[in-house]
């Protein structure tokens, strides 16, 4: 993974975070959206300008792909470099949650 790509999104945004997890199923930016307010129980809501400007750029950095459009609505899905960005920020959330339980760093994760 290029340096680069992991100084832009590591740590993650949570608007970049739900996207990322949402679309390991191919989706649509409103369809991004209703799942992000699902999972957050409406805590997290992501604005039209946010979704769109996001997705315009994970797609130009390769962490998703236009899959394809119907009815205006363009499809994407997580690319192998999406996935790896997401498995590592979940590792890193996991450990965040850990610690504060009072739990060690284990050095064989991610």
Same mark, same amino acid.
């Given at each position: 993974? #290029? #340096?680069?790509?992991?100084?832009?999104?590591?740590?993650?945004?949570?608007?970049?975070?739900?996207?990322?997890?949402?679309?390991?199923?191919?989706?649509? =930016?409103y369809d991004i959206t209703q799942r992000t307010k699902e999972l957050t129980g409406g805590q997290v809501v992501i604005s039209p300008g946010t979704m769109y400007g996001t997705l315009s750029k994970m797609e130009? $950095?390769?962490?998703?792909?236009?899959? =394809?459009? #119907?009815e205006k609505?363009?499809?994407?899905?997580?690319? $192998?470099? =999406?996935?790896?960005?997401? #498995?590592i920020e979940c590792a890193r959330i996991s450990r965040l949650y850990r610690n504060s339980r009072g739990e060690k760093y284990e050095a064989t994760e991610v």
């Open positions: 993974m #290029e #340096e680069k790509i992991r100084r832009v999104y590591l740590p993650m945004t949570e608007t970049a975070f739900y996207i990322l997890f949402a679309l390991q199923e191919e989706r649509h =930016g130009k $950095d390769g962490l998703i792909v236009f899959v =394809g459009e #119907e609505r363009k499809f994407y899905l997580i690319t $192998d470099l =999406g996935r790896e960005i997401l #498995e």
